[in-house]
């Protein structure tokens, strides 16, 4: 009892291309008809990307703003990664120095992003972390004590 174990697609013959060029169309086609005879379902093109869409902010410290900045860096960040669901790192290793800001998934607001920026830019600028917060009229707590820790 022998049975016919190749495809039936392997069995016909390619179609040769045509002279005007249109070896790729073909190519489709063919892979249309062998996906059809084989019984397997074509899945269409991904709409949407996987992942999310990552947006960043980059605000350049002036050397006047360091030792600041190195002095409030854990409450800065504890607002921006607690709060506001960022990611953000200072870079020191370049002759300029900067935050960079960028979105994270758990980040839930397009405009928290904004918000961040606008912090660290105020705090740049000379304002206290709490006066740069109320300067924006944000709800933002400062308090000390995480609502994440129990």
């Given amino acids: 009892m022998?049975?016919?174990?190749?495809?039936?697609?392997?069995?016909?013959?390619?179609?040769?291309?045509?002279?005007g060029g249109g070896l790729k169309r073909k190519r489709q086609q063919q892979q249309q008809a062998d996906a059809a005879a084989a019984d397997i379902e074509m899945l269409p093109p991904l709409a949407k990307r996987s992942r999310p869409f990552v947006e960043k902010r980059s605000i350049v410290i002036p050397p006047n703003r360091r030792t600041p900045l190195r002095q409030q860096w854990p409450e800065l960040c504890r607002i921006l990664v607690e709060q506001l669901n960022l990611q953000c790192r200072c870079i020191t290793r370049r002759p300029v120095w900067a935050v960079e800001l960028r979105n994270s998934p758990l980040?839930?607001?397009?405009g928290h992003l904004q918000?961040?920026?606008?912090?660290?830019?105020?705090?740049?600028?000379?304002?206290?972390?709490?006066?740069?917060?109320?300067l924006s009229g944000?709800?933002?707590?400062?308090?000390?004590?995480?609502?994440?820790?129990?």
């Fill in 107 to 110: 980040t839930k607001d397009d």
């Fill in 115 to 134: 918000k961040g920026a606008d912090l660290v830019d105020a705090f740049v600028k000379g304002f206290q972390i709490g006066d740069a917060l109320a």
């Fill in 138 to 150: 944000w709800t933002i707590s400062t308090s000390t004590r995480s609502p994440w820790r129990t």
């Fill in 2 to 19: 022998e049975t016919d174990t190749a495809p039936a697609a392997a069995a016909a013959p390619a179609p040769a291309p045509a002279a």
